[in-house]
């Protein structure tokens, strides 16, 4: 009898820890092995919380907040345009924020988890690494997928590796650099180790600027400039890459006219365009001005509750929406134009708030640098740097309600406050 209650306590712990590390390696298949995870360790959570009653693993400010912010994206979908892809998405929004909460139950209770997420991890990084290099230099990765081609066949200097034609490479790696560089603090950190991890880490920027994603180098250039401010401890390491970036990737330019073209050439036509001799300016490119301006058109129509989650494609061709062509896509590419388009200012200042809160304890955290004090572990401050990447609002986004990013806004989150609760009770923590 005894046997059988270990088994299954063995079970009920060990197949949710194996779900959560294969997570990164899931993302890079696409969202359905991930997202399947997800709600696995999410269903596998709540069977322990309801048999045991551990019901104090929901009793903190994150959880709070998030089940009035789901509960608010219920109550939208069900008043606001009401369509089936708005219920769906908002109904089972749930599982992201009790995974996180699960997370930090499975950290708790499975002492070798965290590390397997950092091996899982440096794995991801090396053979997108090698394969990525791969694709770039002989056009092809190792799974003979090609390298992005224009209209007539000339290979574009945007490389995807496995994620193919969805060109989320630069995403993925930029995303999770920040977890991945505060667990290599938390586990790794020794003169040995340097020299191993510091040419990944170059490595990865490099690729994430072969990638030809702006967004994905503006987030990854951004992490380590915040690493180097918010962790002065670490700047060497920090300033070692921007700089080893910096130099590689002048000399990328220097020598790759099509790499050079899609960075400067390219990025300027799409700000300023030529129109009947006259130079017109946008915000970013065409496309993503007219998705902003419809989106905000949107927003006046109803200011604090939206057109309902998810209804931005559903209005955008409406005349007194659209302005021309370029105006309709399935999101509006930014994240907080998104939310008050479809949310609202109320779904807007949820998030915005969460920005907010970080920006404020970043500041008391770099005054009590000063002091020789620290509000934050080093893991702590790359995972807030994390959260920064999703909360980031001066740059173009995805689907805020996409399931696939949502994996990677919520993975950090369970690690944080794993690390949290276990640093008010001086549990785990690692000494400077």
Not at 168 to 194: C, D, M, V
């Given at each position: 009898m005894t046997k059988n209650i270990k088994l299954k306590k063995k079970l009920l712990i060990g197949l949710p820890s194996i779900l959560i590390t294969l997570i990164p390696i899931f993302l890079i298949t696409g969202p359905l092995l991930s997202d399947l995870s997800v709600s696995l360790v999410t269903i596998i959570f709540l069977y322990i919380v309801i048999k045991e009653k551990r019901y104090e693993y929901f009793n903190n400010s994150f959880f709070k907040l998030f089940i009035l912010f789901y509960l608010y994206l219920l109550a939208n979908s069900l008043m606001q345009n009401q369509n089936v892809d708005s219920l769906r998405i908002s109904f089972f929004y749930f599982r992201f924020?009790?995974?996180?909460?699960?997370?930090?139950y499975f950290l708790n209770e499975?002492?070798?988890?965290?590390?397997?997420?950092?091996?899982?991890?440096?794995f991801c990084f090396l053979i997108l690494i090698i394969d990525g290099l791969v694709q770039f230099f002989l056009k092809k990765n190792l799974l003979g997928f090609e390298i992005m081609k224009t209209d007539s066949g000339e290979p574009l200097p945007r490389v995807s590796s496995f994620?193919?034609?969805?060109?989320?490479?630069?995403?993925?790696?930029?995303?999770?650099?920040?977890?991945?560089?505060?667990?290599?603090?938390?586990?790794?950190?020794?003169?040995?180790?340097?020299?191993?991890?510091?040419?990944?880490?170059?490595?990865?920027?490099?690729?994430?600027?072969?990638?030809?994603?702006?967004?994905?180098?503006?987030f990854i250039i951004l992490s380590i400039i915040m690493m180097s401010i918010f962790i002065p401890n670490q700047k060497k390491i920090a300033r070692i890459i921007l700089v080893s970036?910096?130099?590689?990737?002048?000399?990328?330019?220097?020598?790759?006219?099509?790499?050079?073209?899609?960075?400067?050439?390219?990025t300027i036509s799409q700000i300023i365009k030529s129109e009947s001799d006259?130079?017109?300016?946008?915000?970013?490119?065409?496309?993503?001005?007219?998705?902003?301006?419809?989106?905000?058109?949107?927003?006046?129509?109803?200011?604090?509750?939206g057109l309902g989650v998810k209804n931005f494609r559903n209005f955008c061709n409406e005349d007194r929406f659209r302005i021309s062509a370029y105006t309709c896509s399935p999101h509006p590419h930014n994240t907080y134009v998104q939310l008050l388009s479809e949310t609202g200012l109320i779904g807007f200042?949820?998030?915005?708030?969460?920005?907010?809160?970080?920006?404020?304890k970043l500041i008391i955290h770099l005054i009590k640098i000063y002091r020789r004090k620290y509000l934050y572990n080093d893991l702590e401050i790359c995972l807030i740097i994390a959260f920064y990447l999703t909360l980031w609002p001066l740059v173009p986004s995805g689907n805020f309600f996409n399931n696939w990013l949502n994996i990677i806004y919520f993975f950090?989150?369970?690690?944080?406050?794993w690390s949290r609760s276990n640093s008010k009770n001086n549990i785990h923590m690692k000494s400077r």
């Open positions: 924020g009790i995974f996180s909460i699960g997370l930090m499975d002492k070798n988890l965290l590390r397997n997420i950092y091996y899982s991890i440096i994620f193919g034609d969805e060109m989320i490479l630069g995403s993925y790696l930029s995303r999770l650099f920040p977890i991945f560089f505060g667990l290599y603090f938390w586990f790794a950190n020794s003169k040995n180790n340097f020299y191993f991890f510091i040419p990944i880490f170059i490595l990865t920027i490099i690729l994430v600027f072969l990638s030809g994603e702006r967004t994905a180098l503006f970036f910096l130099i590689t990737g002048s000399l990328i330019l220097s020598f790759s006219e099509k790499t050079r073209d899609r960075y400067i050439n390219v006259n130079e017109k300016f946008y915000i970013l490119t065409r496309q993503h001005e007219e998705h902003y301006i419809s989106a905000l058109r949107m927003f006046n129509e109803n200011k604090i509750f200042l949820f998030i915005f708030s969460i920005f907010s809160y970080f920006s404020y950090p989150v369970g690690i944080f406050l």
